[in-house]
């Protein structure tokens, strides 16, 4: 039995230890999914969104609920946490790369990518402390504007050709 128990041990604690791993770790494996971290950002925005509205709405009631209006705000904080986490772990950590100073484009590329993400970031944690539905819109449109500076014509072509 104590075999069992000291064979069984590790597994269970790498399969433990690698549930609570987010996608991909700071390793350059090479297997990345950009188009689906966008996507999933526009859940999470969806899903923050349907928060704050459940949010307003069973604040309105006579009696609130303050169960299910502490259900919902823990949930619109968690998304916008997700918000966050893909910001800085995935896009700032791993995919935008430093520019070259003497590239001037490839400067001003970078630096508006970099200013897009911390937008991004800032709105997700407004979104966090708030129910103002505008934080909501201004990522829908801060997600789609770093979409355009994030893709160039060869990414979205690829992208298309493989039915993203």
Known sequence: ????ITTLLPVLLVLGLSASVFAHC????GIYG???RFDMWMEQITTVEKSMKQIIELSKAETP???QIVRWVTNKDKHA?????IALQYFLAQRIKLADAADKAAAEKYAAQLQNVHLIIVHAMKAKQTTDLAHV???RELVKSFYKLYFNEEMT????????
């Open 81 to 85: 946490d997700d918000i966050m986490e």
């Open 157 to 164: 072509s690829h992208l298309q050709e493989h039915g993203h």
């Open 34 to 36: 950009d188009k689906m």
């Open 65 to 67: 609920n303050y169960n």
């Open 26 to 29: 700071q390793i350059p494996c």
């Open 137 to 139: 819109q201004k990522l």
């Open 1 to 4: 039995m104590k075999s069992k």
